[in-house]
């Protein structure tokens, strides 16, 4: 590929609205084109990394034995119907209607569609297992898209679906697909951690992401140092603690805490340690009467450690909390406890509450809460003695940097990651819901045992930029770079010998199948390096008439900050073993 043939298009500022790394250098190396809030063109130089990242997917997918079809980007509302999640996906499913007034929703997944070829096309187990899978175009109307392609509107994914006879088989093609994303992401180049996941809105009971490491992540990993264990935030466990309750050693006192309305304020005030107090989250459920009229109320207290962070998908787990629940009204609050947030507690409710205390708080004595009273709160808490033991005890808490790990082998820490893959065992829950079945070895029709896989290719390279990149620009992996090598002619455009010779090499490394770019646009080599750099092409090589008289090349890797002199006639090996071919 010559530059003077292809589109070069870069920026030597961001636009305004880029808020992070990868969406400022990719708008700043022409990969992207903003065409409305979360939609981008891509461009040549971006499209030319999503065909890559397109590729390995495709060959792992295709080596694991998954079978590539297309599903349409415009779906039958009424297949979403059967599911109930027409309904109960909410704003981010867009919803159109076409001229004959039938609903149709623009796909964000595709579980709907291939069980319904599922159940038209795979009648016997004999034709089990199969695995669909396709690289297409999806669409989730984000509330605020943001960070570029990291949070957009439209995306692209690869999605695939496993349909099994039964659990066995299921979780027999769940890790085929298991490890064929590690090669996968092996193959990208880049630093990953596949974590155990909670599987949110598509169900199932087991699930991992594949997480991109990278400072700017959004989503927390937590891991050991000292073991293989990995989860993501939600889905981490926060161990019982080892030490039994203590008994109750000192009075339970009604305390003023004038304007200390917080636990940290609240500790400091009484100059003790922010671990001794315990906070209050009110949450409500509501229910409905068998022709869906409000039938009542059901509010729940919360009880986590000062210095702990609720987990609201280890709440939803809890019994009576995980038909949905959401935070209480202030009206409801202070009906039920006399009293605004900021000085809530258990003790001395006006009406009766569900009290769910976390692991932690279980085994505390000699706590501190609110009073139910504004500017006081209660010292010297106790359970058995003070107020009755709590309805439910769980893990509601965010782990922190020093828990110890699940699997006992040492203490968690954490790291900042960004989601790129996600695989899920989903047993039943389409098959059921669509009544896909298929004829078992006893000639009786079962359910469909079925999984799903996705991989966001669009949000990859954007992943990708995040964690690789410095003050000059992106630094790209070799597999999913836009070029492999880039040669750099000086005065290309004044010098016959330099033209010969970068057109010579070009040819050279085109016919050994190496992905180049010859930047014949006879540009200044400050602004033809920049230009480069930006891009993140990871291998250059720099052709001048001076280095010519003295047989020798430049050649520079995008990661390195001074180039080095190589001959000409060991151009060839030398490139070799820098893994340019």
Not at 100 to 113: G, K, L
Not at 200 to 223: K, M, N, P, R, W
Not at 227 to 244: T, V
Not at 270 to 294: F, H, I, M, R, Y
Request: charged residues 25%.
């Amino acid at each position: 590929m010559k530059a003077s043939n292809f589109f070069v298009s870069t920026y030597k500022e961001a636009p305004a609205d880029a808020e992070v790394v990868s969406h400022q250098l990719m708008m700043r190396a022409g990969l992207i084109r903003r065409v409305s809030a979360g939609i981008y063109n891509y461009m040549p130089m971006g499209l030319r990394v999503l065909h890559k990242v397109e590729r390995i997917v495709r060959e792992e997918m295709n080596r694991a034995g998954a079978v590539e079809m297309a599903m349409p980007v415009v779906q039958p509302g009424e297949l979403w119907q059967e599911t109930g999640r027409f309904e109960k996906m909410g704003a981010e499913l867009l919803r159109v209607k076409d001229r004959h007034d039938r609903d149709f929703v623009i796909q964000p997944t595709s579980e709907e569609v291939v069980t319904d070829v599922a159940r038209n096309e795979l009648r016997s187990y004999k034709q089990l297992p199969v695995n669909f899978y396709q690289i297409q175009t999806k669409f989730r109307d984000e509330r605020r898209p943001r960070f570029g392609l990291m949070r957009g509107r439209e995306f692209i994914m690869k999605d695939a679906y496993s349909f099994d006879k039964d659990p066995a088989a299921a979780q027999v093609s769940y890790q085929t697909m298991r490890q064929a994303y590690r090669q996968i992401f092996d193959r990208f180049g880049l630093r990953y951690r596949a974590v155990a996941a909670d599987s949110g809105a598509i169900g199932g009971d087991l699930s991992e992401e594949f997480q991109v490491i990278a400072a700017t992540g959004e989503d927390a990993i937590i891991y050991c140092p000292e073991s293989d264990y990995a989860a993501n935030i939600e889905k981490a466990e926060a161990l019982p603690p080892a030490q039994a309750r203590a008994q109750a050693s000192a009075a339970l006192t009604k305390t003023p805490t004038p304007s200390k309305s917080t636990c940290a304020d609240v500790a400091q005030l009484l100059s003790v340690p922010l671990q001794k107090t315990v906070k209050s989250l009110v949450l409500a459920t509501d229910s409905v009467d068998e022709v869906g009229e409000p039938a009542g109320v059901q509010v729940w207290l919360v009880l986590l450690r000062g210095d702990h962070d609720m987990n609201e998908v280890k709440v939803s787990k809890i019994q009576g909390l995980d038909a949905g629940f959401r935070f209480a009204t202030e009206t409801e609050i202070v009906a039920h406890f006399g009293a605004r947030p900021g000085y809530l507690g258990p003790i001395g409710l006006k009406l009766p509450v569900k009290i769910v205390a976390d692991r932690e708080v279980a085994v505390m004595s000699d706590w501190i809460c609110g009073a139910n009273e504004a500017d006081f709160h209660f010292t010297g808490v106790n359970w058995g003695r003070d107020l009755p033991e709590p309805d439910f005890v769980a893990d509601v808490r965010n782990v922190v940097v020093g828990d110890r790990s699940p699997d006992g082998k040492g203490l968690l820490a954490i790291e900042r990651g960004i989601e790129v893959g996600h695989i899920f065992y989903l047993g039943t829950k389409y098959s059921k819901a669509m009544n896909a079945t298929f004829l078992d070895e006893t000639g009786k029709p079962a359910l469909f045992e079925m999984g799903c896989y996705g991989i966001g290719v669009s949000r990859l390279p954007a992943a990708a930029v995040e964690q690789n990149h410095d003050e000059r620009g992106i630094i790209w992996p070799d597999a999913i770079a836009p070029f492999t090598l880039v040669i750099c002619p000086i005065g290309m455009d004044r010098s016959e010998p330099v033209r010969e010779a970068a057109q010579q090499l070009h040819a050279q490394l085109q016919s050994a199948g190496v992905d180049v770019i010859l930047d014949d646009r006879g540009g200044r080599p400050g602004a033809m390096f920049a230009d480069w750099e930006l891009i993140g092409v990871p291998h250059r090589v720099v052709i001048s008439e001076r280095n010519l008289n003295e047989g020798q090349l430049e050649y520079q890797h995008r990661r390195q900050t001074e180039s080095q002199k190589v001959a000409l006639t060991d151009v060839d090996a030398f490139l070799r073993e820098q893994g340019v071919f």
